[in-house]
């Protein structure tokens, strides 16, 4: 996990839509949880809107699941 948060702390900007497309063409309800839950620690960092997160959290559901439990 610490490698994986220091090369997201590298990347200059991240391409919301396309990463939209790629989370929608897995379209699971963990990886939603995940990709929102690490990225809005780089929101302003990666340059991501909002919207991007708004339509993380319609994606996901109430249920408690530890960030690892997928793994």
Same mark, same amino acid.
């Given at each position: 996990?610490?490698? #994986? &948060?220091? /090369? =997201? *702390?590298? =990347?200059?900007? &991240? !391409?919301?839509?396309? &990463? +939209? $497309?790629? #989370?929608?063409?897995?379209d699971t309800?963990? &990886?939603?949880?995940? +990709? *929102?839950? =690490? @990225?809005?620690?780089?929101? $302003?960092? @990666?340059? @991501?809107? !909002? +919207?991007?997160? $708004? +339509? /993380?959290r319609?994606k996901?559901?109430?249920?408690?699941r530890s #960030? $690892? *439990? *997928? #793994?």
């Amino acid at each position: 996990m610490e490698e #994986l &948060l220091l /090369c =997201i *702390g590298m =990347i200059p900007y &991240l !391409d919301s839509r396309k &990463l +939209a $497309d790629y #989370l929608s063409a897995y379209d699971t309800i963990f &990886l939603y949880k995940k +990709a *929102g839950y =690490i @990225l809005e620690h780089y929101r $302003d960092a @990666l340059k @991501l809107p !909002d +919207a991007f997160f $708004d +339509a /993380c959290r319609n994606k996901i559901t109430k249920s408690k699941r530890s #960030l $690892d *439990g *997928g #793994l």
